[in-house]
């Protein structure tokens, strides 16, 4: 194992929100549709003679995103086909970009280093195919509400490390677009999907991320294996680590591992074979002649560079610094740039009404309830705060009256409590404020009534 180091690109695959399709006017909703094709036209049914027009909303985002990542725009760029013939794809070609995306070169951090992204383009989905039987037979039937909803591929360069570090740059990556606001990334429905191109060589460089020891690419292994559609990040991982194990016997053997699409089946906890890979030249690339190249004007573009929120990292180092709130809590509370205007606002609010920041935020990441960001809201949440840590004057004498009478008389909670079932705690708490009569800080009560229960 520790002659071998693992070596991770990735694929992330997007949609976007937009309302309508990425070359069409049809509705982008695929996931509330009533039935399945009833959001189709001739274009995203891929009818003869249909012509595409772009979205230039699902451009303006893609380009945001691409900003939001530190990338480089590319001014001149346009759409190529890419061919491939599966039922899902009923043009026989999927329309992406080629060899000019719309962004490329950028960065994003995780805590065991930077991962450089090769390139954020955008492209069109594809319909769905849905295997089932019917009247005993089996049948394939296919749904077009998600042909041609724009999707945006975000590719990294091979510097991904580990299996760990792989999970995190997907994490990341996931809350920078819901930040965005431009995709809900919907893993379950598939709204967002993973894929990792992994392979192993024998260990040169000791610490990957050492900038003395620059990687190049003569060094990466002479080929790599491709673990597609994973729908979750727990997938992910296990998925990579399986791969290390079984890379590393066939290298073990004096084999190389198969240039291949692997899929991963969660049950069995194991990758298996989908298909032998295609390179780009099986693809037969080239411009699409039904779509005009694309030259973005500066102006338009200085727009959407000023549409660029603050960015998550500064948000919460601002929030650390003004607030002494732990980014590992404040990252719990909100997922959007709209949120997190909110939660700004909120806490402004709570600092004009000296109110402790740290306490409020621990109350609302305890909250079961999901937060409604409006305006009613925030005040609701500033009142019941202020009524919480309003606590009535009451001595420890006093207070420890009242828990002995309330222990003595819940005798089988008090048991229960001892035997492990530290939940019934907080009904203790309630029946001791209830016997004092009084709002006391649940975390001074708590500690009373612990001292107070024989042990
Ligand atoms: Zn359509």
Redesign the pocket.
């Known amino acids: 194992m520790n002659d071998y180091q693992v070596i991770i690109g990735m694929e992330v695959h997007a949609e976007l929100k937009t309302n309508s399709?990425m070359?069409?006017?049809?509705k982008n909703d695929p996931f509330h549709a009533e039935k399945p094709n009833i959001?189709?036209?001739?274009?995203?049914?891929g009818l003869p003679g249909a012509l595409p027009v772009a979205n230039k909303r699902a451009i303006e985002w893609t380009i945001k995103l691409g900003l939001a990542l530190g990338c480089k725009i590319n001014i001149f760029s346009k759409f190529d086909r890419k061919h491939y013939f599966y039922p899902d794809l009923p043009k026989g070609y999927q329309i992406s970009q080629y060899d000019l995306p719309f962004c490329y070169d950028g960065k994003i951090e995780t805590s065991l280093g930077p991962v450089g992204i090769t390139r954020v383009h955008l492209e069109e989905d594809t319909g769905k195919l849905q295997h089932e039987t019917i009247n005993g037979k089996k049948v394939s039937l296919i749904d077009f509400n998600r042909?041609?909803v724009p999707l945006i591929e975000i590719v990294t360069e091979p510097e991904i490390y580990s299996s760990a570090q792989a999970k995190e740059y997907a994490k990341k990556l996931r809350q920078i677009i819901r930040y965005l606001d431009i995709s809900d990334c919907d893993m379950e429905k598939g709204g967002m999907r993973l894929e990792a191109n992994i392979s192993l060589r024998k260990s040169k460089i000791q610490n990957p991320n050492d900038k003395q020891n620059p990687k190049s690419k003569e060094e990466l292994p002479n080929y790599k294996v491709e673990l597609k559609n994973i729908n979750s990040f727990r997938f992910l991982e296990r998925g990579i680590e399986y791969e290390i194990k079984r890379q590393m016997e066939i290298l073990e053997a004096g084999k190389v591992p198969d240039q291949e699409t692997r899929g991963f089946n969660s049950e069995k906890g194991r990758t298996y074979t989908q298909r032998s890979k295609e390179n780009a030249a099986d693809y037969r690339y080239f411009p699409d002649p039904d779509l005009p190249p694309i030259r973005f004007d500066n102006k338009w573009l200085d727009n959407i560079r000023s549409s660029v929120p603050e960015l998550l990292d500064s948000v919460f180092a601002r929030w650390e610094k003004d607030h002494k709130v732990d980014r590992k809590l404040t990252k719990l509370l909100f997922e959007t740039t709209t949120e997190a205007k909110w939660l700004d606002n909120l806490f402004s609010e709570a600092t004009k009404a000296k109110l402790d920041i740290v306490k409020l935020v621990n109350q609302l990441v305890n909250r079961k309830i999901k937060t409604v960001f409006d305006k009613d809201s925030l005040y609701q949440i500033l009142n019941d705060f202020k009524k919480s840590v309003t606590v009535d004057e009451i001595t420890d004498e006093e207070l420890k009256v009242s828990i002995n009478k309330v222990l003595s008389v819940n005798q089988k909670a008090v048991t229960d409590f001892k035997s492990g079932k530290t939940n019934i705690m907080n009904f203790l708490i309630g029946m001791v404020m209830r016997e004092a009569k009084k709002k006391i800080e649940f975390q001074r009560l708590k500690v009373l009534i612990e001292k107070s229960i024989p042990k």
């Open positions: 399709k070359f069409c006017g049809c959001y189709t036209c001739p274009v995203c049914l042909s041609s």
